[in-house]
């Protein structure tokens, strides 16, 4: 029970914070739950950021259920789930209720602005943090530029791959001609 | 109770089918709001607003204020919880899965081609962020001035916590306040 009532107050407090889309919040999600409370490692996080991309929902929500899975089994992914939904509702609900024109208000878009440049921030550790361990090799290299490519500039081309075409087709990639010492296990806790 | 359950399952659905996160939700949103009447495309267009100014996704956002809508407080709940669930029991299976097959070779190796995929992606993602935020495109484009093209207010901030984030190994979230504290006291959105 109280291991369920960890994992609810843990994520409730990334629920707070999830701006940006999810991406940003991989420097809290490893500070969070790998540092400080090493129920995961940081590798199955990016295991699980790249499972999120090919499936529904959002990534921090998928990131919830995974964990409170791993922790507590099916209460244990419910309880997390619920625990990340919770602000997002409760402040919905604020602004449904009393707040019509809530994003013009000119202390809302001030706010926002400056958080946008942390989670630019947020997003650059991210990627740098991560890219140690992704990009092993020449090979994983080329593929990274690949996906950018296509990622970046889908608007522009005259087809635009779904991701999760991409990812599935990076996996693909990876069983054809990857390396297995790769998986999340033997590589230990952080570097840092 | 009717219309609750319709709630649920019409977000069930919306949940279901948008994958890769937040902005996939969105021709599903436009798809409801021709169907139900439940909210409008001006809602929608508010909505994402909102979403960017507020933590949560949109598809998350839009079914608590939709719910919330039609009916009340509950239906904001249930409304949401259906959009959430399809999410949920999907990574419940895949997690079942991952477990089994942890040690196959194959899913070693198709990680060694996902992980460098979701680092593109998740660059990609800060590409587009950096853009609005640290740039200011319409500007440069009327006046092709080059100080025009960079938000000078933003690469100080962002130079700052990018310091401050290595040298004091505060929690992110301090410095997200921070940025906040920041954008409204030197007016960062004009």
Redesign the interface.
């Given at each position: 029970m109280k291991e369920l009532w960890e994992l609810f107050i843990c994520f409730l407090?990334i629920?707070?914070?999830?701006?940006?889309?999810?991406?940003a919040m991989?420097?809290?999600l490893v500070?969070d739950l790998d540092e400080k409370r090493h129920w995961c490692t940081t590798d199955e996080l990016?295991?699980y950021?790249?499972?999120?991309?090919?499936?529904?929902?959002?990534?921090t929500?998928?990131v919830s259920?995974?964990i409170g899975?791993?922790r507590k089994g099916?209460p244990g992914?419910?309880v997390a789930?619920l625990g990340f939904?919770t602000?997002?509702?409760i402040?919905?609900?604020i602004?449904?209720?009393f707040l019509t024109n809530?994003?013009?208000l000119?202390?809302?878009?001030?706010?926002?602005?400056?958080?946008?440049?942390?989670?630019?921030?947020?997003?650059?550790?991210?990627?740098l943090r991560?890219?140690k361990?992704?990009?092993?090799d020449k090979k994983?290299?080329g593929?990274?530029?690949?996906?950018?490519f296509l990622?970046?500039f889908s608007s522009v081309l005259p087809v635009s791959i779904?991701?999760?075409v991409?990812?599935i087709a990076?996996?693909?990639?990876?069983?054809l001609?990857?390396?297995?010492?790769?998986?999340?296990?033997e590589s230990g806790g952080e570097d840092e | 109770m009717m219309t609750l359950l319709r709630l649920v399952y019409e977000f069930f659905k919306a949940g279901l089918f948008s994958i890769g996160g937040g902005l996939a939700t969105l021709p599903f949103l436009y798809e409801m709001s021709d169907h139900t009447g439940w909210f409008t495309h001006t809602d929608i267009a508010d909505m994402i607003a909102v979403s960017e100014s507020t933590p949560g996704a949109i598809g998350i956002n839009m079914a608590t204020y939709a719910g919330y809508k039609t009916s009340g407080i509950l239906g904001g709940f249930c409304a949401t919880v259906g959009l959430a669930m399809p999410s949920i029991i999907i990574i419940l299976i895949v997690a079942h899965f991952l477990n089994k097959f942890r040690d196959s070779r194959y899913v070693a190796r198709a990680f060694y081609g996902l992980r460098p995929a979701s680092i593109a992606m998740i660059s990609a993602a800060g590409i587009s962020v950096v853009k609005i935020t640290m740039f200011n495109l319409p500007a440069f484009e009327t006046s092709h001035l080059i100080t025009d093209l960079f938000s000078w207010k933003a690469w100080i901030l962002g130079i700052l916590i990018f310091i401050g984030e290595k040298k004091l190994k505060w929690h992110p979230i301090v410095f997200i306040a921070i940025a906040a504290a920041a954008g409204i006291v030197f007016h960062f959105a004009q």
């Open positions: 407090r629920g707070m914070v999830t701006f940006g889309g999810g991406y991989l420097p809290i500070r990016m295991d950021f790249a499972i999120g991309q090919c499936t529904p929902g959002v990534i929500l998928n259920t995974f899975n791993k099916i992914a419910l789930s939904l602000v997002p509702i402040i919905i609900l602004i449904a209720a809530f994003a013009d000119p202390v809302v878009k001030d706010a926002f602005a400056g958080i946008r440049v942390c989670v630019c921030v947020l997003i650059l550790q991210a990627v991560l890219w361990k992704s990009v092993v994983a290299l593929l990274y530029l690949v996906v950018l990622t970046v779904p991701a999760a991409l990812v990076s996996g693909v990639f990876g069983i001609f990857g390396k297995e010492n790769t998986l999340t296990q | -």
